[in-house]
Structure formats: C-alpha cells, structure tokens
C-alpha cells in the first residue's frame, strides 16, 4: 500500500514572519540549529499552515504519483492538537485520510492539559471565552463518520500532557462517534520519546515501530 504522510512541514509566507531560530547545544557540533515558527497566540497561523500543506500535497499528486485520497497527518505533542484541529475542524478538502497522534495535546482547557500549548494557541482569549475553550477542545469536536481514522500513540506515565484527559479522551470520543479509532499506552518512557531507540530512553521503541506499521498496513486503499 502507498500513502503519503503529512508531517505539518509547509510554511506560510505569515508564519515565516514569526521565525526564530536556537542552537541546538545538545547536537553533535554544538551549533546546529533549529528554526521554529511561533503562533505568537494566533491559532491562524499554523491552521493556515496546514491546510495549505493538505492542499499542496493533493494539488500535486498527481505530479508526486500519490493518491490524494490516501494523505495523513502527523505530529508530536503541542504539534498533535494541530494534526487532531485539522481532522475535527477542517473542510473536507483539506482534512487528511487518516492522523497519527504521538502523545497529543487535544484539550484548550489548560487545568488537564499543558498549559503552554493552550496559551500559544488560545492566547488571553482563553480566560475570558469559555466556548472558544471547548472548540477547540478537540474530543468535543469529533464528527462521526467525519473525522478520519487515528491511530494514538503515547506513555501511561507522561506528566507533561495528561494521557486520560487528551488521548484517551480524543480515542472515546472517536469511538462514541463511531470511528475508528487505536490506541497504545506504553507503560513507561514518559513524555517526548518520539523514535528514540531503547538505547536512548524508550524501551518499547521496535513494539511502537510494530504497532504503527500494522495498522498503516491495514489502511483501506481508496
């Protein structure tokens, strides 16, 4: 099977104005840097970003020899409430196929959640607007039969993004909506192990590649 996944990579000419870079002083050279686009507490930015990588990524399948109908989304984190605000939220030309969530941040409410995503995102709107909070709370935001299929990946004992009041709440909500919807809780390895290997801090690292391979191989061809 042959899909194309979509790793949020595609920068508006708004969020470049937002840049900044850091050094990376943990890397090999010392100096490497790394260049991140901040909303600067204006959720259009990088929903803006988004959809216009869904939208790019489909105007050229067929120069790219992709099937547009088989797109996902992915990301990690902070990035997950991005990739689970374009499956709720999104028109269907630019909601991807399928999602991918590594440990997400799904609710705006930053009592069970982290409270940096839901301030970069929300801004000061968030204290004073609590219907703005629960729309992009994004477990109240599944649509049945909308909402693309996901797949959840994160650890039982994260401390930076509540597993019960994120991921296992976007995976109830998908399955009260009726969607599909997997989930894989590893038991340990905390918060942002991303691919890293047993070596380096995630011992379940060949389990999660199994699991998440599995089910992209079992993803219905369109």
């Given at each position: 099977m042959i899909f194309f996944l979509l790793m949020l990579t595609a920068i508006t000419a708004s969020a470049q104005s937002t840049a900044r870079k850091f050094v990376l002083k943990n890397s090999s050279d010392g100096l490497s840097e790394l260049t991140s686009y901040l909303p600067k507490k204006n959720r259009n930015i990088p929903l803006s970003d988004a959809y216009q990588a869904m939208r790019t990524v489909r105007d050229s399948s067929a120069v790219?020899?992709?099937n547009k109908e088989d797109v996902g989304i992915m990301g990690f984190s902070a990035s997950e409430h991005l990739a689970s605000s374009v499956s709720t939220h999104a028109e269907a030309a630019v909601r991807p196929d399928f999602s991918i969530l590594f440990y997400p941040v799904i609710s705006m409410?930053?009592?069970?959640?982290?409270?940096?995503?839901?301030?970069?995102?929300l801004g000061e709107e968030r204290n004073t607007n609590k219907k703005l909070v629960e729309e992009w709370s994004n477990d109240k935001a599944v649509r049945p039969?909308?909402?693309?299929?996901a797949i959840i990946l994160m650890s039982f004992d994260d401390k930076v993004v509540p597993p019960v009041t994120n991921g296992v709440a976007y995976y109830?909500?998908?399955s009260k909506a009726g969607n599909e919807c997997t989930m894989h809780?590893?038991?340990?390895?905390?918060?942002?192990w991303g691919f890293r290997?047993?070596?380096?801090?995630f011992p379940y690292h060949d389990q999660m590649l199994n699991d998440l391979t599995c089910w992209l191989n079992?993803?219905?061809?369109k």
């Open positions: 790219w020899r992709i409410d930053e009592r069970i959640s982290h409270k940096g995503s839901c301030v970069n995102f039969n909308l909402t693309p299929r109830s909500a998908m809780i590893y038991p340990t390895a905390g918060h942002g290997d047993a070596a380096h801090g079992r993803l219905p061809s």
